[in-house]
């Protein structure tokens, strides 16, 4: 008799049937003298459309809504179709008796493998396989401590709970909005409140009205100290007053009157959770929330350097403390070998900024594993967001930094003036990021005045006669609440309890994709059809608090402390409530996007939409699907054949000109006036592969590419 081991992935089945030494490959599973391994390709089985229900529901109707099935069923997913009866195929083979669940271990994970079985209808005993990294010696340990399936249930059962919470509100919220409107209008209960943060934010920013202002520094040869008033506010709103500080500070001499010293002890930062490395992989490489998670997950299952990303812990367990020398170790090579070595050379401090149990959940922090570190075997984006985890690794073992803070009161004239500076006496965990004291956390408030100077200062003494070498006025202007980037949306996100780790990103992604929000930079801005929609839905729904305590009741149903039906009743009725506020509703929707062309078939005004081969214009009447693409930019650029104006694209790679008449496309340097060459050759020999759709238009390339060549 065999064991039937069900992976999330074919990449991590394959590991896991290397070392469990299952050397018989076939299609769709790895076999061996005990182990049978296979594999999910995330979802193979989902819920069930409401089509599946009843066949009316094929067409959205607001009659029908809210459609609330008593009993939720299950469906194969058709485009996973194969894989699910290879799998089902395995379940029922008589010579397998047991299985062991090896997918993700997280809620998600345990989700996608219950409902393989309850589709498959998995009757014999199951194990679950748990661990937080991909290393063979992780591997062999998990198997070496399965636990029993049915310690699992509650977790399963809040996966379950949150799957058809999010198919109740948001196929109902958005079938409502949409027949109500008559526009694709998308809604739920995590990405709608989330939406609902960038558009208060949004209404900070226009109803701002901001304000000049002045400020005040005064140069004393050896130091700087700028002025303040009574509030400690150094702002100065009236020109009047500027003049009249500014020639009374000129005229006269200083007197330092306090020095003040403080020593300042900074401990090193916790460890990474998958929420504080996207925050700070977006601050420093403008990585998106989904960019770091994608890197992540390739650190983590095909090079196996780091452990399980999507966790919510910042700390360790007081298991693992055996194991970090060793980790360590691994990775003391390249430009952490300085920093690593002399850790190995005494014993770790192992402090409850490090280790702590009570809190750890299902998972730890993100830390390296044992693997031995290969750089060069990484990409770019790999090598940096493996840095921040390793330099984070290595200074949870530093001391504190201790520095000297000084405080400088300076009395001009019987006006005060100040100043901040730092003396470093021991860098601590700071020297593993090259001994930087600055901050670089989000400053979610306007930055109107500039910071405190931190400064080296010489030794200043109270009562020591300074003099003005020369007074400075600077001007300003009040600054309106900064915009979401990724990194602080992310913060709010975390703080109100929308989604989890492993969801935030691709709801922010779900928002950009539904045309809700858009990235223009860093910063994340609503658009005319994100405005209008959080006017449509339901107050309740805006605001993330309603959405948080439903976070928080599937963590009490995860540790057993919450009903799964009463959670699901309550969100049964919420559904009703929420369409019945549709129904009733009497706002009106402008499409945000009309352009200024007519449907040929119809006559309707054609709405612009964004897609991956740049602008469509699309007829929004019911029962036309007319389509076409957007209106033709063209260059300065003319064809090298046919002399023609080439039109103006934009791809992935950037911007191009492309000859609609000969097929001849070149790439544009950023000031969209010259042909890039290197990135031209590259698509010559891109469009050259034979599987390559047009694969003459290489041919066309290369000739033209040639017949420049003579003509020079």
Not at 458 to 473: K, N, S, Y
Request: aromatic letters at 6%; one cysteine or more; charged letters at 30%.
């Amino acid at each position: 008799m065999k064991v039937l081991v069900l992976a999330e992935k074919p990449s991590v089945a394959r590991e896991i049937a290397r070392v469990m030494g299952c050397r018989d490959k076939q299609k769709s599973y790895f076999e061996g003298p005990i182990y049978v391994v296979t594999w999910a390709l995330g979802h193979l089985v989902g819920l069930a459309e409401p089509e599946d229900y009843n066949h009316k529901f094929a067409t959205w109707a607001m009659e029908d809504l809210p459609i609330l099935p008593e009993t939720m069923k299950l469906k194969v997913l058709r485009e996973t179709g194969q894989q699910y009866k290879a799998v089902q195929y395995l379940m029922k083979r008589q010579d397998i008796e047991e299985l062991i669940v090896a997918t993700d271990a997280a809620r998600e994970g345990e989700l996608l493998a219950r409902w393989i079985m309850n589709m498959a209808g998995w009757k014999k005993p199951f194990r679950r396989l748990w661990i937080s990294s991909q290393t063979d010696k992780a591997i062999v340990e998990g198997f070496a401590a399965l636990k029993p399936g049915k310690d699992f249930e509650r977790l399963y059962q809040s996966a379950r709970c949150r799957a058809e919470a999010d198919w109740m509100i948001g196929l109902n919220v958005t079938r409502a909005l949409t027949c109500k409107f008559g526009a694709p209008l998308s809604a739920g209960r995590v990405q709608t409140p989330t939406l609902g943060m960038i558009m208060d934010r949004e209404g900070e920013i226009t109803g701002f009205r901001s304000q000049d202002f002045d400020t005040i520094t005064v140069d004393f040869g050896h130091f700087q100290a700028g002025w303040r008033g009574s509030n400690g506010d150094g702002r100065i709103f009236e020109k009047e007053k500027t003049l009249s500080l500014s020639h009374k500070l000129t005229e006269g001499n200083g007197r330092i009157t306090k020095v003040q010293k403080s020593e300042k002890i900074e401990p090193h930062p916790l460890a990474y959770d998958l929420t504080e490395l996207q925050r700070d992989a977006n601050r420093k490489f403008g990585f998106s929330a989904k960019q770091t998670s994608s890197v992540l997950q390739r650190l983590y299952e095909q090079h196996k350097l780091v452990t399980y990303p999507r966790t919510d812990s910042r700390y360790l367990t007081s298991d693992m403390t055996g194991t970090l020398k060793e980790r360590l170790d691994s990775v003391a090579v390249g430009p952490y070998a300085a920093l690593a070595r002399p850790l190995l050379r005494r014993p770790l401090p192992i402090t409850k900024r490090i280790v702590d149990d009570s809190k750890v959940s299902d998972h730890h922090a993100i830390i390296p594993t044992e693997q031995t570190l290969i750089l060069n075997g990484l990409s770019n984006e790999e090598r940096k967001l493996y840095d921040l985890i390793v330099r984070r690794f290595i200074s949870l073992f530093y001391p504190p930094a201790r520095y000297d803070a000084v405080a400088v009161t300076v009395n001009v004239v019987g006006e005060s003036l100040y100043v901040k500076g730092t003396t470093v006496k021991d860098a601590g965990w700071r020297e593993v990021y090259g001994g930087d004291l600055s901050n670089e956390e989000d400053d979610e408030n306007s930055a109107d005045e500039p910071a405190a100077n931190s400064v080296k200062l010489p030794e200043l003494q109270e009562g020591d006669a300074v003099t003005i070498r020369r007074c400075m006025v600077r001007a300003g202007r009040t600054q309106p609440p900064k915009r979401y980037n990724e990194a602080s949306l992310l913060t709010q996100m975390e703080k109100h309890g929308l989604g989890t780790p492993a969801t935030r990103a691709d709801i922010i992604e779900k928002l950009v994709s539904s045309d809700t929000i858009e990235r223009q930079g860093t910063l994340l801005h609503p658009t005319g059809k994100g405005k209008q929609l959080i006017g449509l839905v339901a107050a309740q729904l805006r605001t993330p608090d309603l959405t948080a305590r439903w976070e928080a009741d599937l963590e009490k149903i995860a540790r057993g402390q919450g009903s799964p039906e009463s959670f699901l009743q309550g969100i049964r009725s919420m559904a009703q409530e929420l369409v019945s506020g549709v129904k009733i509703s009497e706002v009106e929707y402008q499409p945000h996007n009309v352009s200024s062309s007519h449907c040929p078939e119809c006559g309707t005004r054609l709405l612009e939409k964004k897609s991956k081969r740049g602008k469509m214009l699309i007829c929004p009447a019911d029962n036309c699907g007319y389509t076409r693409a957007g209106e033709k930019r063209l260059s300065n650029r003319r064809c090298p054949q046919c002399h023609k104006k080439m039109e103006l694209k934009e791809g992935k790679a950037g911007l191009f000109v492309q000859c609609l008449g000969c097929g001849i496309t070149e790439t544009m340097d950023k000031d969209h006036k010259h042909i890039n060459k290197r990135e031209q050759q590259k698509l010559v020999q891109q469009y050259s592969k034979p599987e390559s759709i047009g694969s003459n238009l290489g041919d066309l390339l290369k000739a033209a590419l040639e017949g420049k060549k003579d003509n020079t």
